[in-house]
C-alpha cells in the first residue's frame, strides 16, 4: 500500500473518529439538559421535613425509606417512640407529627368521629411468619371460646387490633355480646404480656414477632388461636396523613406516600436476612441507646398488597364489625370514603387519579 492511500485511511479514521465523539457529546449535552428541563419543571415540595414518631429498637418504614433514598430531598424528624398505634394517629390528628400509623379498626373509629384524617398505605399485616397469637400457658383448662368467659387478656392497647381479633374469635364461636363482655382485656406492655401470663396476672397474651418467638423458646405455652386463623393473611393497618396536610402539600404527601410504599415494596420482595441487615444498619446509625436484638426475628411484612395499596375489602371487614358491635351506625360510613391510593408509588397505570 502506497503512503498515499495510508495517509488516505489515516485522516478518514480521525475525521470519523471525532464525528463520533462529537456525536456524542451533542447527546450527552442534550440528555443534560433534558435532566435539568426536568428538574425544573418539576413541582417543588412544599415543605421538606417529616415529623413521626417511632418505635424503640424496630424500624418504621418511613425510616427505611430514608435510608433507601426514596424520599429525598425530604427529611425525617424524630419526635419521640409509641408503643400504641391509636396514640400515634390520635398525635397526628393534633397535628403534633405529620404521619402516624395504626390499625384499621382505629382508623375508621376516628374518621366516624369527624376526625379529618386518610389513610394513604397499608404498613403491616399478619401472614404464616408475622402474626399476633393468643397464647395460654400449657396446662391451662382454656381450650375454647368459651372458657374464656370471666378470664383476663393482655392487649397491648385498647380499641385496636388485638381487641378487635378477639371479639371476632368470641363472636365466631357462639358468645353472645353479654357473654363477651365478661371477657376482660388487661392493657399490658407488649414487653411483659409474657411473664404476665408466666405470672398468672392474666390467663391468656397476644403475642408476636420477637416476644412470641422468645416465649415459645422457652417453653410451657400453647397457643388459643391466632388473627390469622381468624382472616387469613391480611393488611392489619395503614399510616395516615392530615387532610389539611393533603391539601395544602399535595407534593410533599405523593413524595412521602410514595417513598414508603416503595420501601415496602422492598422488604416484601428482599431476602430476610438482607432486610434485617439494613434494620440494624438503621438502627446503629440512629444512636437511640436502645436495644435492636428483636430484629433477628424478623421474617416479613405481613403486608398482603403490593406496596400497601389499600382496598375497600381491607377495611369493610372492620366497618361490617364495628356495626355488629353497636360502635357504627349501618351505612354511617363509606370504606372508600376513609382511604386514598392516589400517592402509592404502585397505585394503577401510576397514574395520580383519586378514587
Known sequence: ???THRSARSAGFWSGSVAATKIRYVLWAFALTLGLVGQALAEPLEKTE???QGWAGQVTFPELAEDLGYLAPLKLKWV??????????QTVVTGDIDIGGAFYGAIIKLIAA???IKAVVGYYGS??????GYYVKEDSP????RDLIGKKVAVNTLGAHLEFVLREYLARNGLSASEAKQVTLVAVPPVTGEQALRQDQVEVAALNGVLRDKALERGGLRKLFADTDLFGNFTGGA????????????NTARKLVEGISRAIEWARETPPEEVRARFNKIVAERKRNEDASSIKYWKSTGVASKGGLITDQQLQVWIDWLVKDGLLKPDQIKASDTYINQFNYYRSGKAAEAR
Request: glycine fraction near 8%; charged fraction near 25%; hydrophobic fraction near 30%.
Open 239 to 250: 399510616y395516615v396523613l392530615r387532610d389539611k396536610f393533603i391539601k395544602e402539600n399535595p
Open 142 to 145: 382454656i381450650k375454647g371460646a
Open 127 to 132: 401472614d404464616a411468619d408475622t402474626y399476633y
Open 80 to 89: 419521640g417512640n409509641t408503643i400504641s398505634g391509636p396514640q400515634d394517629i
Open 114 to 116: 369527624r376526625a379529618p
Open 50 to 52: 417529616i415529623r413521626y
Open 1 to 3: 500500500m502506497s503512503m
